[in-house]
């Protein structure tokens, strides 16, 4: 079985500003605002949904394929991905465009400031999905807008069931235009405050959400998540992380996890508590693909964390 994870292939540059924006934005003054921040700490990291989604799935042993369009300057991150032992065969690279970028200046108080370039991932539309069933299930995550829709539909045609995942990129649909994901995607997967604005929008609540599909999946950070299908409610705890050094990108390794779960056959309850256990682990360290592990250390600590096995 195989997995096609659509989405957005990302450069992420973080900086760190050692004082606060506060001290530096005067609020009367922000109609002639022009600031500068000296970042001695900076990083590059490897991002994007596509992306991370992918390598934590390749982490587990999950036969995985990442659909995205990247740019000129992709070299970097390409070589990354070989070296990682992923597949590189549905990336398309748009040679006029950059890859995606982000760029996040983050201060003492945790707040953020963010410019994000889509470059490539506009043209993530001239991806097809592959129609000769080599595909078993797949995600559709933030990307380009006219290449979610396209993605989906395509799925929906070719009988391929998906995970919608709308993510950030959700204030970019109207209500009609999220209920036309629901109705084709066979699994709906949001964080807490993305189900309510997804409720909001379609006029649907979780419950007739859930009906629509076989289940709908709602993380809830340090809360943990919950999973409704079939008329039922199941809740999965959070894993403790240990030490938390970076959210950013913890989502992405969750539905990593949940593609493991559901493209192995398990229990709504076991893909859940991998996904739980994986995004724990992510947490602990800096950036969205540093983290590594063993299939065989992750069993061991899924034992010791929910004595069983799966």
């Known amino acids: 079985m195989s997995a096609l994870i659509c989405g957005s292939l990302a450069y992420d540059t973080i900086m760190v500003f050692p004082g606060r924006f506060k001290e530096h934005i005067l609020p009367e003054k922000v109609h002639i605002l022009s600031v500068s921040f000296m970042v001695p700490q900076i990083r590059r990291e490897y991002g994007g949904c596509a992306g991370n989604i992918a390598y934590n799935l390749h982490l587990l042993g999950g036969d995985g394929y990442m659909m995205a369009t ?26 006029e465009e950059y890859t995606a970028q982000a760029f996040v200046t983050t201060d003492l108080d945790d707040n953020q400031i963010t410019a994000f370039h889509p470059g490539a991932m506009n043209s993530s539309h001239a991806n097809d999905i592959p129609d000769d069933g080599s595909i078993s299930i797949a995600i559709i995550s933030p990307d380009g807008k006219d290449g979610m829709v396209q993605h989906a539909r395509q799925c929906h045609e070719a009988g391929i069931p998906f995970i919608f995942d709308p993510g950030q990129g ?47 999946v709602v993380t809830c950070g340090s809360e943990g998540s919950v999973i409704h299908t079939n008329g039922d409610t199941i809740e999965i705890p959070a894993v403790w992380a240990g030490a938390v050094q970076d959210p950013t990108g913890c989502g992405d390794a969750y539905r990593g996890g949940l593609i493991f779960g559901l493209m192995n056959g398990l229990d709504w309850e076991a893909c859940g508590r991998i996904a739980a256990l994986i995004s724990a682990i992510k947490v602990a360290h800096h950036g969205t693909q540093n983290h590594t592990f063993t299939l065989d250390e992750f069993k061991s600590r899924f034992r010791k964390e929910f004595g069983c096995s799966f």
């Open 70 to 95: 990247a740019g000129r300057d992709f070299d970097l991150y390409s070589d990354w991905i070989d070296q990682c032992g992923m597949s590189q065969r549905y990336v398309k690279i748009i040679a």
């Open 170 to 216: 959700m204030p970019m649909f109207n209500g009609e235009e999220l209920l036309s994901f629901i109705e084709q995607a066979s699994y709906v997967c949001v964080n807490d405050y993305e189900s309510q604005l997804l409720q909001e929008r379609t006029g649907l609540n979780t419950k007739q959400i859930a009906e629509r599909v076989q289940a709908m």
